[in-house]
């Protein structure tokens, strides 16, 4: 039985943010997620596919830094379909 691929998305989760803190948490995202361009950033935002576990945790303590700390707040998750 082969392995449920999931995707996750934290798009819900910098829709929480106020919008004046928006480009400093892309920022850290960015540098969380080691994207150097930002159309790499808004593919990262809208899916990732099976995240390993340090980069989760990565993206979860830039959002903790702006008050956002559960992480059913932060992620959209799915199966994928493929």
Same mark, same amino acid.
């Given at each position: 039985?082969?392995?449920? =691929?999931?995707? $996750?998305?934290? !798009? ?7 919008? /004046? ?5 892309? /920022?850290?995202?960015?540098?969380? !997620?080691? #994207?150097?361009?930002? +159309?790499?950033?808004? +593919?990262?935002? =809208? #899916? ?6 340090h %980069? =989760?945790?990565? &993206? /979860? =303590? &830039?959002? @903790?830094? $702006?008050? %956002?700390?559960?992480?059913? @707040?932060?992620w959209d998750? /799915? @199966?994928?379909? !493929?």
């Amino acid at each position: 039985m082969a392995a449920k =691929k999931l995707n $996750y998305s934290f !798009l819900k989760g910098t829709q929480k943010v106020a919008k /004046e803190d928006y480009m400093p948490l892309q /920022e850290a995202l960015m540098k969380a !997620l080691g #994207c150097t361009t930002k +159309q790499h950033y808004y +593919q990262k935002r =809208k #899916c990732i596919p099976n995240i390993a576990a340090h %980069i =989760k945790d990565d &993206v /979860e =303590k &830039v959002f @903790e830094q $702006y008050g %956002i700390t559960d992480p059913c @707040e932060i992620w959209d998750i /799915e @199966e994928s379909a !493929l």
